[in-house]
């Protein structure tokens, strides 16, 4: 079920990250049975009732502020258990499928995980790539360079 309770918790996080959710969550005014009734309208299908009752819990016990930080948490426990991760590419420009497919197997072989690449353009870079992966960061972007080059000059 790990797969299931991953693809739910993952559901549930993406669709309670919405500013008008969390308003609804957080607002003060709102009575705790109000608020689950709003989550079961919304997730009670799509969801096993363990993960049902973990939100009811957090609502009961005024938590709700917590309850997104909790569910990045077990998806991330989960991935971790499965030995997989996300790994967050920012470019100048788009990258090819073979060169994404490239960097996925090279991150992999380093990681010893299964990798999931999310790629981000941005042009400012210049050029090069960032990888975020597992807490590590490698900057090898122009912009960076420039910017240490330039610190450089100054302190000399």
């Known amino acids: 079920m790990l797969d299931d309770y ?3 918790a993952q559901f549930v996080r993406d669709n309670i990250k919405c500013e008008d959710v969390q308003r609804i969550l957080t607002h003060p005014r709102i009575s705790s049975d109000e608020k689950f009734a709003f989550l079961q309208t919304v997730f009670a299908e799509h969801i096993h009732q363990d993960l049902l009752g973990f939100m009811r ?5 005024n938590r709700e502020a917590f309850l997104l930080p909790a569910l990045n948490k077990l998806v991330d426990m989960i991935k971790t258990h499965k030995r997989q991760t996300s790994a967050r590419v920012v470019s100048a420009v788009p990258l090819s499928d073979a060169q994404a ?4 197997e090279m991150l992999e072989k380093k990681t010893g995980k299964q990798v999931e690449i999310t790629v981000l353009v941005d042009p400012s870079v210049i050029a090069g790539i960032s990888i975020h992966i597992d807490g590590y960061f490698l900057d090898r972007t122009v912009r960076t360079m420039l910017k240490n080059m330039k ?3 100054k302190g000399e």
């Open 151 to 153: 610190e450089n000059i």
């Open 6 to 8: 991953l693809e739910q």
């Open 57 to 61: 819990l957090v609502v009961e016990k």
């Open 101 to 104: 497919k490239q960097l996925t």
